[in-house]
């Protein structure tokens, strides 16, 4: 039987629920057989050069030529439904599960032994941070801040700890166009950065493979970070046309001193951990193969400690910085939004996007 109207209705909608991102090259396919679907062959105008994102859409769908209506239709539901089973089927770990905090769509967030770990979980995406990811972080933060666990982790699932900003985040372009998108992101990125400094208990990272981008500009605001040897540190700014956030034009030359920052921030220099250790943005390296155990172990000793003086030795330790941090967290955020306007920003995502470029 032929896929009815309120199959497709249906296939849009699961899309929605799917656990896992299925990728660009996916995501054009469903939009271009959608079109097709229910406005037949490609009826607008070829975008301009420049407008990387509509011209993908466009050429998607415009190489559907004259497949008819039902076709697409059927397509579209056949690959929906591919998607979703193999995303049904998909075992990543999920550590904990028994202590797990609902509601998180990318993110596990446990609570055991005084410990709240919250981890990325996109391993598919080398947990690139989504705008729905940086929005359940800010939330797991919050609840992790009032909850009564003394310490609190971050790390990722799988073999990256994060790829930073996920680079489709651009590509959801509301009404208002590119500035609104630009404003939006930055309003996003403050709340989120501001998040961290505001944290009020020891605040861990537990990096377990190659750190970029956001991940890395972050660790200055931790209390302690531990490192698998594997871990990479990595904040290519200038490559993709972008200034330091994260309040790293800040951090990083206090804790390595400006020449090293610059090299870092400016020019992209990839630290391994324990070039990243010698310049005391990680607090210790571990070997990749005991590195769970010997943090866990660790971590759990700490949390044992009373939690309201882990609180108060946080806060002397920190808050006279707070009010400088969340200034530098709004010049920060302030500049890079003029930046993500910019063409040289523009062409680097584009750039990966299409896949021309990689770290
Ligand atoms: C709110 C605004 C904040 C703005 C400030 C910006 C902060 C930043 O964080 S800038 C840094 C942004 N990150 C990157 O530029 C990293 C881009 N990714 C890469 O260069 C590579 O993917 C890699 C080096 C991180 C990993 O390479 P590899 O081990 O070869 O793995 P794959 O490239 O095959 O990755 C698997 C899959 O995941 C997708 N992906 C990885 N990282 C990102 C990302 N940051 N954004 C979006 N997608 C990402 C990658 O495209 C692959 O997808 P498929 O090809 O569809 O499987």
């Known amino acids: 039987m032929r896929a009815s109207l309120k199959d497709l209705e249906n296939a849009v909608n699961q899309v929605k629920l799917l656990k896992k991102d299925p990728g660009n090259e996916v995501k054009l396919k469903l939009y271009a057989l959608y079109k097709q679907a229910t406005e037949g062959p490609c009826n607008m105008p070829k975008p301009g050069v420049f ?106 699932n799988g073999d990256f700890y994060c790829s930073g900003n996920d680079l489709t985040n651009v590509t959801d372009t509301p009404l208002g166009g590119i500035e609104e998108k630009a404003k939006n992101s930055t309003n996003l990125l403050r709340d989120f950065v501001a998040s961290f400094i505001d944290f009020p208990k020891p605040l861990i990272a537990v990096v377990n493979g190659p750190a970029v981008g956001i991940a890395v500009t972050l660790l200055g605001l931790f209390d302690i970070v531990y490192a698998s040897d594997r871990a990479t540190f990595h904040t290519p700014f200038s490559h993709l046309g972008l200034s330091p956030e994260g309040c790293s034009s800040y951090t990083f030359p206090k804790i390595m001193g400006p020449t090293k920052a610059t090299e870092m921030l400016t020019f992209g220099k990839k630290l391994t951990a324990r070039e990243a250790c010698a310049q005391g943005l990680v607090t210790e390296v571990f070997p990749d193969a005991t590195f769970q155990k010997e943090v866990w172990t660790r971590l759990t000793a700490y949390a044992k400690l009373p939690s309201n003086v882990l609180r108060i030795s946080k806060q002397v330790i920190r808050n006279r910085e707070k009010e400088k941090l969340h200034s530098v967290n709004v010049e920060e955020s302030s500049i890079i939004q003029g930046r993500f306007l910019s063409e040289e920003s523009m062409n680097a995502v584009m750039n990966f996007l299409s896949k021309r470029a990689k770290l």
């Open 51 to 156: 407008d990387l994102i509509n011209k993908a859409k466009w050429e998607a769908w415009n190489a559907l030529g004259s497949l008819p209506e039902e076709t697409a239709r059927q397509n579209y539901v056949d690959l929906v439904s591919s998607l979703s089973s193999s995303s049904e089927s998909s075992s990543q770990v999920k550590p904990g599960a028994d202590k797990e905090h609902a509601g998180y769509g990318t993110l596990v967030v446990t609570s055991e032994d005084g410990i709240t770990k919250i981890m990325l979980n996109r391993p598919t995406r080398k947990n690139a941070i989504s705008t729905q990811m940086y929005q359940e972080i800010i939330l797991a933060l919050k609840a992790a801040s009032q909850d009564d666990s003394a310490i609190t982790v971050l790390t990722g």
